[in-house]
C-alpha cells in the first residue's frame, strides 16, 4: 500500500524567511510525485510533478526536490501570501489515483 | 481556475437522505476521479472512471456510487447519508488514461448531515 508522510504537520515562518517541508513516501513502482498547494474552501491547485530521483522543478518562490524516499518543497523568502496547505502525493504502479499525504499548513507572517 | 466544475458547492441534508455530486471535467480530460476530504483523513481516493468505464475503486462505502456519462461529466450518488458523511467532496480530471500526468481539481462540494 503506498503511504505518504508530510511534516511538519504546522510551520508559522516570518516573512522573508526560508524554510523547507518534508514528504516521505513508500510507493511500489513511483510513476509520479506530486505536489499541490491548497487554499481554505478550494480544491487542491497543482504546483509541481518529479519523476526520477535527482529531478528538480522551480515556480518563483517554490522548488521542489526528490530522492528515492523523499522530497522536499523549499519555500525562498517566503511572502504572506504564500500562505496555505501544501499537499504531497504520489502515483503508483496500480490503478488507484493519487495517494495523499495529510499537508503541511504554512503560515507567513508579515 | 482548474477547468473543472462542481455543483452544487454547498449541501445541508439530514440523516438517511440521498444526494448526487456532479462534476464537469476539463475539456479534453477523458478520466474523473472522486475524493473525499476530511479533517482527520485527509483526501481520500473513492473511485475513478475513464471514458464512462469504472477503472478504480478505493476507499468507497457501499451506499455511494458513481457513473461517467458520454458527454463525459460524472456523478457520485450518495445515499442513507451518516452524520460521519460530512465533508468535502472533490472532483478531478486527467487527459488520458495513463497515471503519470498531474489530476486538476474542483473547488468541491461541501456536504453536511444533520
Known amino acids: 500500500e503506498d503511504q505518504v508522510t508530510q511534516s511538519p504537520e504546522a510551520l508559522r515562518l516570518q516573512e522573508g524567511e526560508s524554510s523547507s517541508l518534508n514528504c516521505s513516501y513508500t510507493?511500489?513502482?513511483?510513476?509520479?510525485l506530486f505536489w499541490y498547494r491548497q487554499d481554505p474552501g478550494k480544491g487542491p491547485e497543482f504546483l509541481f510533478t518529479?519523476?526520477?530521483a535527482g529531478e528538480e522543478k522551480e515556480k518563483e518562490r517554490l522548488k521542489a526536490t526528490l530522492t528515492k524516499k523523499e522530497s522536499f518543497l523549499h519555500i525562498t523568502a517566503p511572502k504572506p501570501e504564500d500562505s496555505a496547505t501544501y499537499l504531497c502525493a504520489v502515483q503508483g504502479g496500480g490503478a488507484d489515483g493519487l495517494t495523499f499525504g495529510k499537508g503541511t499548513h504554512l503560515i507567513i507572517q508579515p | 481556475d482548474s477547468g473543472v466544475t462542481q455543483t452544487p458547492k454547498h449541501l445541508i441534508t439530514a440523516t438517511g437522505q440521498r444526494v448526487t455530486l456532479r462534476c464537469s471535467p476539463r475539456?479534453?480530460?477523458?478520466?474523473v476521479y472522486w475524493y473525499q476530504q476530511s479533517l482527520d483523513q485527509g483526501l481520500q481516493f473513492l473511485i475513478q472512471y475513464y471514458n464512462g468505464e469504472e477503472r478504480a475503486k478505493g476507499n468507497i462505502l457501499e451506499r455511494f456510487s458513481a457513473q461517467q456519462f458520454p458527454d463525459l461529466h460524472s456523478e457520485l450518488n450518495l445515499s442513507s447519508l451518516e452524520l460521519g458523511d460530512s465533508a468535502l467532496y472533490f472532483c478531478?480530471?486527467?487527459?488520458?488514461?495513463?497515471?503519470?500526468?498531474?489530476?486538476?481539481f474542483g473547488n468541491g462540494t461541501r456536504l453536511t448531515v444533520t
Open positions: 475539456s479534453g480530460d477523458l478520466s
Open positions: 510507493v511500489s513502482g513511483l510513476r509520479g
Open positions: 478531478a480530471s486527467r487527459r488520458g488514461g495513463g497515471y503519470d500526468s498531474p489530476l486538476h
Open positions: 518529479l519523476y526520477s
